[in-house]
């Protein structure tokens, strides 16, 4: 056993010594391997890096609460056409409050308005300070218990106040920061678009995405949206995204909750027991599992396109190798002649091959890494680097080192010693 494993490092030192002597053709060798490898990395980092920030972000809506609306993630991730998804009747305020009235296991019940693409954002004014266009969405008094998000300041505005149409509003803290830096907004007085609203408090930040603001937005009362933005139209269809979200009640279950939500709606919808649902309900395991496929999806696309150029790279150092088998046949003609066995000699020539596309998965796991790292210090796109994704790059780094350099290492082992040293 002792003397196999001198021989393998003996081996391995003399692999290392051959590329050293030839740095720059070892270099051009390993140049696909590199590519290939880096772009494993890089790209695993920065999906990895979405789907984690991705996922914090949606647990912050809690893992009992159920969204209805009209169409939503999962109806394109089916290849669901967009102009047939506009043929689905509304969701109304009547639904919403059908679901509060007849589902026996819903706590909290509410709706929003404003939302996908029938929203109409709005610049924010503060004295001379504006914003830029930003979504307002039209709530119920008792949208942030379903959305478990908290007020950092002032309050949330009132039944009586989405009764009584009042113009008030509650910012996001991005707009909160932009026109009040230096100042408390609670009952200041600002415009949205061309209308005054006097401003009750402000939601507490929330974790980016991708680098961007997700505090980007402000709300007001339902009715009091319906009364200012009327709802738009395209190709004939109205652009009217109503959302109804459900909290189930203490001692009832998300699934009791879902099930009758379900029900409630597609009879109000009077679909036949052969329909498949004209309105989508998500949960957050619906949309982890929805962003989980279309990570994997990409993933796999990834590593096809990686692996042409790890072929390539392959193709490269397969071609060296067999110009160094017949560079170096006089050699291998004395290493015969003084009693070198024909495994010795292919062992030694596939070492070779799977130390120089090691060295180009390790090279490429740094560049992957560091373009990870850069991306995310200057542009602040969240990264991850698990650990997987450098283990699959050096698992395809040295498969490829072995699948490629068995030809020109079976072509030395078989060299004859006399024909060999007979070589010029």
Same mark, same amino acid.
């Given at each position: ?94 639904? $919403?409050?059908?679901?509060?009235? *007849?589902? =026996?296991?819903?706590? #909290?019940?509410? &709706? ?6 029938? %929203? ?101 009362? $339902?009715?009091?949206?319906?009364? *200012?933005? =009327?709802?738009?139209? #395209?190709?004939? &269809? ?6 109804? %979200? ?179």
């Amino acid at each position: 056993m002792a003397a196999r494993i001198a021989l393998v490092a003996e081996i391995m030192v003399m692999a290392l010594e051959t590329l050293r002597a030839n740095k720059l053709r070892s270099a051009l060798t390993i140049l696909g391997v590199v590519i290939g490898v880096t772009s494993i990395v890089a790209m695993t980092a920065l999906i990895r890096g979405f789907g984690d920030n991705l996922q914090a972000l949606i647990q912050q809506m809690g893992s009992d609460t159920i969204y209805v609306s009209k169409m939503s993630i999962s109806s394109f991730a089916a290849g669901k056409d967009f102009l047939e998804l506009m043929k689905r009747p509304n969701l109304t305020e009547a639904d $919403a409050q059908a679901v509060k009235t *007849l589902a =026996p296991s819903a706590g #909290f019940v509410t &709706y929003h308005l404003g939302e996908g693409p029938g %929203g109409q954002p709005q610049r924010f004014t503060y004295r001379n300070t504006a914003t830029k266009r930003m979504p307002v969405l039209g709530a119920e008094e008792n949208w942030l218990q379903v959305n478990f998000l908290k007020v950092a300041q002032g309050r949330f505005f009132s039944e009586f106040e989405v009764q009584r149409r009042r113009q008030v509003v509650v910012l996001g803290d991005a707009p909160a920061g932009a026109l009040f830096p230096a100042m408390d907004p609670i009952g200041k007085q600002i415009r949205i678009g061309k209308d005054q609203f006097t401003v009750v408090g402000v939601i507490q930040k929330r974790p980016a995405l991708l680098g961007n603001s997700t505090d980007e937005f402000a709300i007001v009362p $339902a009715t009091t949206y319906q009364k *200012l933005y =009327p709802t738009p139209r #395209f190709r004939g &269809y109205l652009m009217r995204f109503l959302v109804i %979200g459900a909290v189930a009640r203490d001692g009832a279950t998300r699934e009791q909750l879902l099930s009758e939500v379900e029900q409630i709606l597609r009879s109000r919808h009077r679909l036949r027991i052969d329909q498949e649902n004209d309105f989508d309900v998500l949960t957050s395991d619906s949309i982890m599992a929805i962003l989980d496929q279309l990570t994997r999806a990409v993933v796999l696309a990834l590593v096809v396109i990686s692996s042409i150029a790890l072929m390539v790279g392959g193709i490269g150092v397969m071609a060296i190798m067999t110009i160094s088998v017949t560079e170096r046949t006089r050699e291998i003609g004395v290493r015969k002649a003084i009693g070198a066995k024909r495994l010795q000699i292919l062992w030694q020539f596939l070492v070779e091959a799977v130390v120089l596309t090691s060295l180009g998965g390790l090279l490429g796991m740094a560049l992957g890494a560091g373009i990870g790292i850069g991306v995310n210090s200057f542009a602040g796109f969240p990264v991850s680097l698990p650990w997987w994704s450098f283990a699959l790059g050096l698992s395809f780094s040295i498969s490829v080192g072995i699948f490629f350099g068995l030809y020109p290492a079976f072509k030395a082992s078989k060299l004859d010693p006399i024909e060999a040293l007979r070589y010029e």
